[in-house]
Each structure stands twice: as C-alpha cells, then as structure tokens.
Antibody, heavy 124, light 107 residues
Framework: EVQLVESGGGLVQPGGSLRLSCAAS????????MSWVRQAPGKGLEWVAN????????YYVDSVKGRFTISRDNAKNSLYLQMNSLRAEDTAVYYC?????????????????WGQGTMVTVSS | DIQMTQSPSTLSASVGDRVTITCRAS??????LAWYQQKPGKAPKLLIY???SLESGVPSRFSGSGSGTEFTLTISSLQPDDFATYYC?????????FGGGTKVEIK
C-alpha cells in the first residue's frame, strides 16, 4: 500500500524549533519530488516547500524562506521539515504530499498521495 | 504568485442536485488544474487533474472542465458522501497555489 506517515508535531513556543518527519512506503520514494503542504485551523491549504528527487533543488513559499528547511533521506525513504523561529501563524496541520508524476521535471504537479498530517501549535 | 479564487465559498444543496463550483486563476494556467475533496479531520483527496482527467477510483458523477483562467467542477447528482469542502489547485508555476475552498452543505 502506498503510504505517507508524518510525525514530529506538537506544541512549541514562539521562536522555537521543531522537526517534522514523513515516512514513505509502498512506492519508490527516490523517484519523486516531495512537498509539504499546511492547513491552519479552519483555513485552506497552503503549499510550504518541495524538494527534488536527489535533494539538489528546493523551493519555499515566501513566508517560510530563511526559517524552514526541507530535506530528504532516500536511503530511509523519509522527508523532513526543519522549522526554526516559529511564529503563531505557523500553527497548522502539516501534510507531506507526493506529486502525481515521477519525472525530474515535475516540480509542480497535482498531489495524488497525502499523509494523515501532523499538528503544529505555536503558542506561549 | 498565481492567485486562485473559488466561488461560492459555501453552497447548500440537496441529495440529487447538480452542483457546480467555479475556480478562477489570476493568469492563464493552461490546463494545469486539480480538484480535491476534503472531509473534516482528513487529508485532501485528489478528484480531477489536468482540469478534466478523472483520478482512478473517483465516481463518474464528478467532472471537471475549463482552461486558461476559468474552471469548473461539476457533481452531476450529489450523493450523501459528497458533502465536504472542495479545493482547486494550480500547478502551472513553481510554488503551487490553492483556492480558498467551497464547502458543500446539506440544504
């Protein structure tokens, strides 16, 4: 079964750090760009970051540039999001998502596989 | 950034109704548009990709159309399982963006 399982969410104070993980199974993880998408409570979906198959290219939404770092370990079939200098507005459910196509050119695509999400709450 | 605007934000309908949701892009995105269904506490589920291609396993009552800047998602006969929130997403540019969502409620 194709699956993504996120972990690492929790309650953190403003200015703090958190590292999210996403474990992939059931498909060739190293063949796909991978993304993080978040959803603030009661709000819509916002793409956060993505990373190329070999980790050589990374892109971020402007609001997290310089604070968040996306990375991956293909040997462990895992995706990560290091979040530093967290703000209240970063409070959200964070999903990892797999794009529909597996080409190295698919840096923008629809997402056909999503994890269940992990909640990050930034509050004092 | 490409802005995606969905309308309406909320829609009240009955089982059996034909429902149409509109999504407009701030610039042309060709046919690089997807539609998702999301239920409370769950991850989004892909329904339509490339504007009109039905994802495997999705009921044929769902259909998508449009190109350029204007797109529609149609549910031909609303079923009880279809009450949910629907999002469009453009993937024409680096940094995909989503519409604000349309909540389909029971009338």
């Amino acid at each position: 079964e194709v699956q993504l399982v996120e972990s690492g969410g929790g309650l953190v104070q403003p200015g703090g750090s958190l590292r999210l993980s996403c474990a992939a199974s059931g498909f060739t993880f190293s063949s796909y760009w991978m993304s993080w998408v978040r959803q603030a409570p009661g709000k819509g979906l916002e793409w956060v970051a993505n990373i190329k198959q070999d980790g050589s290219e990374k892109y971020y939404v402007d609001s997290v540039k310089g604070r968040f770092t996306i990375s991956r370990d293909n040997a462990k079939n895992s995706l990560y999001l290091q979040m530093n200098s967290l703000r209240a507005e970063d409070t959200a459910v964070y999903y990892c998502a797999r794009p529909y196509c597996s080409s190295t050119s698919c840096l923008s695509d629809a997402f056909d596989i999503w994890g269940q999400g992990t909640m990050v709450t930034v509050s004092s | 950034d490409i802005q995606m605007t969905q309308s309406p934000s909320t829609l009240s309908a009955s089982v059996g109704d034909r429902v149409t949701i509109t999504c407009r892009a701030s610039q042309s995105i060709s046919s690089w548009l997807a539609w998702y269904q999301q239920k409370p506490g769950k991850a989004p589920k892909l329904l339509i990709y490339k504007a009109s291609s039905l994802e495997s396993g999705v009921p044929s009552r769902f259909s998508g159309s449009g190109s350029g800047t204007e797109f529609t998602l149609t549910i031909s006969s609303l079923q009880p399982d279809d009450f949910a929130t629907y999002y469009c997403q453009q993937y024409n540019s680096i940094g995909v963006t989503f519409g604000g969502g349309t909540k389909v409620e029971i009338k």
